[in-house]
């Protein structure tokens, strides 16, 4: 590991409250007027972490750590440049991607669309609610969850991926497997989300490269079996980061344009609450690999150890508190089981962001 620069925006506005000082984020997103910058040492420790106005920041390296500035000037280009669409949706907007798991035992929603025809209507309601991508799954990932043959992955999804798809639904097909991508590719499905960030399966680098769709990259630590058991991290949010990172350029050097990936901190998975809690704080960190970012926190477990032991179907307040967190650092794409309370929280956020006096 090479000594690394970090920056995290803070103080993020839109353009409307923005001040003078403030620089672009995302494009037209909105501004952000300080940042915290960490340097991190070649063994992994924080060699030091400051918040500095966005008008002193160049200077400031530039007198203090005149090898990063060029590396700064990188960074900022990506924090303020707008995303590229994804999937054909504007990622100057935020999404919400509805959970669609076809599955028995899914931590919050197993056996509940187990049945074709349940998935599909339901599918389409989430559309109906506000949902501009279904993420259809036939392979539960829920902490100690047990893997399930590729027939029987391939047998629950492929209905519903072609009949969703025949109904102008934009499908993400949920999956680690390699066979799985390729073939609910060709039922229909238009995005690939791997929580393996297409390491789970020897030929997935290979089989998302062909099937020439968007990618969506997770961070696991661990496997479904093995992740709760004692995640480990220097840093939770720079380690997670140098992973994406990683995995972007072993998907640009396979062939994926970078312009076809986008990047997801994987919440909850192989992650303490501290963990997480520090993943969503500094979620606009993430930013900087140049990608759209997707959030995926709904239902979660932790929310529940934070609150009042809640079980997953009445954690929906907890998680849109965590996806208007989401919606402040300029999360475009959001995975929730709650797709009408989802979207009407980001309307109402939406309109108060953009109140004009």
């Known amino acids: 590991m090479a000594a690394k620069l970090f ?11 923005a001040t003078g000082k403030a620089v672009p984020f995302l494009g037209e997103l909105g501004r952000y007027s300080s ?17 500095l106005p966005t008008s002193e920041l ?19 280009t990506k924090l303020g440049e ?3 669409s994804f999937a054909g949706l504007d990622m100057s907007q935020s999404h919400v991607m509805g959970v669609l798991n076809v599955t028995p035992d899914s931590f919050s929603d ?17 559309m109906e609610q506000g949902a501009t991508i279904l993420d259809v799954g036939g392979e539960s990932t ?19 991926v072609g009949k969703l798809s025949e109904a102008g639904a934009l499908i993400s097909i949920d999956t680690r497997h390699a066979k799985v991508m390729t073939e609910a590719v060709a039922a229909g499905a238009k995005i690939i989300n791997d929580v393996t960030a297409l390491e789970g399966d020897t030929g997935s680098l290979e089989a998302a490269a062909a099937a020439k769709v968007p990618v969506i990259l997770m961070h ?11 995640p480990t991290y220097q840093d939770a949010a720079l380690d997670i980061y140098d992973y994406l990172e990683q995995r972007v350029a072993a998907c640009v050097a396979a062939g994926i344009p970078k312009n076809m990936i986008a990047v997801d901190p994987g919440i909850g998975f192989g992650k303490t609450v501290e963990h997480n ?11 900087g690999t140049g990608c759209p970012v997707l959030l995926g926190v709904s239902r979660k477990g932790f929310i529940g150890k934070l609150s009042r032991g809640e079980d997953p179907k009445d954690r929906v307040a907890g998680s849109i508190a965590c996806a208007l967190a989401g919606l402040q650092r300029g999360i475009q794409m959001y995975r929730v089981h709650d797709v009408a309370e989802t979207s009407q929280a980001f309307a109402i956020a939406r309109a108060i962001s953009n109140a004009v006096v």
Request: glycine share 6%; charged share 25%.
């Open 142 to 160: 829920r902490p100690g969850a047990e893997p399930v043959t590729l027939d029987e992955e391939l047998r629950r999804v492929i209905p519903v």
């Open 7 to 17: 920056i995290r925006p803070l103080q993020i506005c839109n353009n409307n409250s």
């Open 82 to 84: 707008p995303r590229a």
């Open 220 to 230: 696991m630590q661990g496997t479904p079996q093995t992740m709760q058991g004692n």
């Open 277 to 287: 809690l520090r993943l969503l704080d500094a979620l606009a960190l993430f930013h």
């Open 110 to 126: 197993g056996g509940d669309r187990y049945d074709v025809s349940k998935a599909v209507s339901d599918g389409l309601r989430m």
């Open 58 to 76: 160049l200077s400031w390296l530039e007198t203090n750590q005149p090898d990063f500035k060029e590396a700064a000037s990188d960074i900022i």
């Open 35 to 51: 940042a915290e910058v960490t340097i991190r040492s070649v063994t992994g420790e924080i060699a030091e972490r400051h918040v």
